[in-house]
């Protein structure tokens, strides 16, 4: 079945720093991402969709510079968490479909990031 | 822009129960309604999916229906075990997962079974 990877698992950083988290389709091509946050004890909010070669497209309210997006390949995507504050801590998320009929969402297994 | 509500926030059923979990949507064109499960720490985990050509759809203890007309869509767990406590929300998109169809979530369902 369709398998995404997600990784770092945790990651603690100190405020001002930046953070990449990437997020890998490991046995299919997805034609678009997509990247969640997720609060304690709330629902999945999508911060952004990509699709591979294009600029991501940002929800309202998510700040594009400090969530920078990269979509580099059908099996790749990462965001970057730039300058980062405590207020930036939170579960991220993110998740690959392959589209078309196929279909479907895989979701990783999520990033909990510590900003002290 | 699609609206999912789901009922209730929190369930608490006895083991060997069965667990029911409703969700309205807004947006018509919405055609794929996955359930997923989240436990503690980690991502959702699809458990089951149903899309709006079918009316119902079953998966050993798991089954989904759907209402069109009515824009409502339910997740029904029978013999329920301690293991099926998590955090369950439905979703709809609308289609089955190309560049435009983001996912939009319900608020989520704590489920509890006790033993």
């Known amino acids: 079945g369709a398998v995404v990877s997600q990784h770092p698992s945790w990651v603690i950083c100190k405020s001002g720093t930046s953070v990449k988290i990437e997020c890998r389709s490991l046995?299919?091509?997805?034609?678009?991402m997509f990247w969640y946050r997720q609060f304690p004890k709330q629902s999945l909010m999508l911060m952004a969709t990509?699709?591979?070669?294009?600029?991501?497209?940002?929800e309202q309210g998510v700040e594009k510079d400090k969530f920078l997006i990269n979509h580099a390949s059908l099996t790749l995507s990462t965001l970057t968490v730039t300058s980062a504050h405590p207020e930036d801590s939170s579960f991220y998320i993110c998740?690959?479909?392959?589209?078309?009929?196929?279909?479907?969402?895989?979701f990783g297994s999520g990033t909990r990031l510590t900003v002290v | 822009g699609e609206n999912v509500e789901q009922h209730p926030s929190t369930l608490s059923v006895q083991e060997g129960d069965s667990a029911v979990i409703k969700c309205t949507y807004s947006?018509?064109?919405?055609?794929?309604f996955p359930w997923y499960k989240q436990e503690l720490g980690k991502g959702p985990q699809l458990i089951i999916d149903?899309?709006?050509?079918?009316g119902e759809k079953k998966d050993q203890r798991i089954a989904v229906t759907l209402n069109k007309t009515a824009k409502h869509f339910s997740l029904h767990i029978t013999e329920t075990q301690p293991e099926d406590s998590a955090v369950y929300f439905c979703?709809?998109?609308?289609?089955?997962?190309?560049?435009?169809?983001?996912?939009?979530f319900g608020k989520g369902t704590k489920l509890s079974v006790k033993p």
């Open positions: 998740s690959a479909t392959r589209g078309g009929f196929v279909g479907g969402y895989t």
């Open positions: 046995d299919f091509q997805a034609t678009t």
């Open positions: 990509s699709n591979e070669g294009s600029k991501a497209t940002y």
């Open positions: 947006d018509s064109a919405s055609n794929y």
């Open positions: 149903i899309r709006s050509n079918v």
């Open positions: 979703a709809a998109s609308q289609n089955y997962g190309g560049s435009q169809g983001n996912l939009i």
